[in-house]
T-cell receptor, first 113, second 117 residues
């Protein structure tokens, strides 16, 4: 079983739709959580961190449920430019108290006109 | 402010050969991590360098080795290449603040795409 699991999709949605991605992680020792975005044939870039209280950045809302070991990302009013792969990421601190990021497979979103 | 730069961008090797990939971190960053991303998969952690030492390592064989120089730049070496080593190799830099980089943000380079024939 992968440490971070995501539905690879693709999710095909029309412009203006609301879409939600889910992610589960298996290691309860995971300390911090993120969503990264990766455009086709480009490098991953941080989209947003995920906090236990939930957090919002414009059209994007991230939620964390530590009890269920579940992370979500909600995108409202989808734009064509939101088409990308969204990577769920957890950080598990190593013995020297530095984390290595564990990436999920990624969920592909295609927003259609 | 230059971001993370990697070279070469693309390369083709044959099985059994050796390859060296290079990375210059973002200005001000002292920690370099290397990731392997196979097609259709998320990046997989190879190792991390800080103060010229390998600080953490993922589940990769000893054929994968690295180095960090005093100017924080880094190299990834892969010996005895296998077909399965074909992937995008990503270098990421961060600043070791509180042991996790700045708010956990890694800055990635555009990667070196390795094809092994």
């Amino acid at each position: 079983r992968k440490e971070v699991e995501q539905d690879p999709g693709p999710f095909n949605v029309p412009e203006g739709a609301t879409v939600a991605f889910n992610c589960t992680y298996s290691n309860s020792a995971s300390q911090s959580f993120f969503w990264y975005r990766q455009d086709c044939r480009k490098e991953p870039k941080l989209l947003m961190s995920v906090y236990s209280s939930g957090n919002e950045d414009g059209r994007f809302t991230a939620q964390l449920n530590r009890a269920s070991q579940y992370i979500s990302l909600l995108i409202r009013d989808s734009k064509l430019s939101d088409s990308a792969t969204y990577l769920c990421v957890v950080n598990r601190f190593g013995s020297s108290n530095t984390g290595k990021l564990i990436f999920g497979q990624g969920t592909t979103l295609q927003v259609k006109p | 402010d230059a971001g993370v730069t990697q070279s070469p961008t693309h390369l083709i090797k044959t099985r059994g050969q050796q390859v060296t990939l290079r990375c210059s971190p973002k200005s001000g960053h002292d920690t370099v991590s290397w990731y392997q991303q196979a097609l259709g998969q998320g990046p997989q952690f190879i190792f991390q360098y800080y103060e010229e030492e390998e600080r953490q390592r993922g589940n990769f064989p000893d054929r994968f080795s690295g180095h960090q120089f005093p100017n924080y730049s880094s190299e990834l070496n892969v010996n005895a290449l296998l077909l399965g080593d074909s992937a995008l190799y990503l270098c990421a830099s961060s600043l070791d603040v509180a042991g996790v980089g700045q708010a956990g943000e890694l800055f990635f380079g555009e990667g070196s795409r390795l094809t092994v024939l």
